[in-house]
Nanobody, 114 residues
Framework: VQLQASGGGSVQAGQFLRLSCVAS????????MGWYRQGPGKQRELVAE???????NYADAVKGRFTISRDNGKNTVYLQMNALKPEDTAVYYC?????????WGQGTQVTVSS
């Protein structure tokens, strides 16, 4: 299994970024996928998840600002992040769900300055 995340960067508060994660090595269209993040000195936390039927779920901290989506033809899951805040600064990881698979990409750094 490989999960290749990209799209991170350094932006100012209020700007946007779009993360992508290309998956391989398993039946992507059959699986739920998730984005998690780990900020400095914090535990890894859920950002958003998307089921194989496209049902989505978001952490309260990102509701209304972030959108998760998937393209099964490209084996890719996306995270559109709008109105970014300094507290969104973290390494963002994509993963296959449920977490019991314990399969993570290398992460992509997002830094938001005020």
């Amino acid at each position: 299994v490989q999960l290749q995340a990209s799209g991170g960067g350094s932006v100012q508060a209020g700007q946007f970024l779009r993360l992508s994660c290309v998956a391989s090595g398993f039946g992507f269209r059959l699986n739920a996928m998730g984005w998690y993040r780990q900020g400095p000195g914090k535990q890894r936390e859920l950002v958003a998840e998307i089921e194989n039927d496209y049902t989505t779920n978001y952490a309260d901290a990102v509701k209304g600002r972030f959108t998760i989506s998937r393209d099964n033809g490209k084996n890719t899951v996306y995270l559109q992040m709008n109105a970014l805040k300094p507290e969104d600064t973290a390494v963002y990881y994509c993963c296959r769900l449920p977490l019991a698979y314990n399969e993570w990409g290398q992460g992509t750094q997002v830094t938001v300055s005020s």
